[in-house]
């Protein structure tokens, strides 16, 4: 019998809180920014599915993607003048570091 792929809630606030997890978010929209300075959104989040997860994203996680990015730079820009782009793609980093498909190779 084969074991299924689980994480515990544990498992998922460590990677969360993870400085090195947080710390390669960051480093990829960096690495991702440089790419789009133009903020190219939907041609970054494509990227960036496939540099993290080595995949394509489909048509609804691209709108996803692209509402939250838009929804988190709203968040951070007023508190962060300037960074909020950056804040949000690391965030967005960040997510995709964090899915349980990152964790597993079927």
């Given at each position: ?23 390669a ?63 949000a ?18």
């Open positions: 019998s084969r074991r299924s792929n689980s994480t515990t809630v544990l498992q998922s606030f460590a990677q969360l809180n993870s400085d090195f997890v947080i710390n978010a960051t480093s990829s929209a960096t690495q991702l920014i440089a790419a789009y300075p133009e903020q190219n959104t939907p041609a970054l989040i494509k990227d960036a599915f496939t540099a993290i997860l080595g995949r394509r994203p489909s048509p609804d996680e691209s709108a996803i993607c692209i509402q939250h990015v838009t929804e988190q730079f709203t968040a951070f820009e007023p508190t962060h003048p300037g960074k909020g782009y950056q804040l793609v690391a965030d967005l980093c960040h997510m995709l570091l964090c899915m349980n498909e990152f964790l597993y190779v079927d």
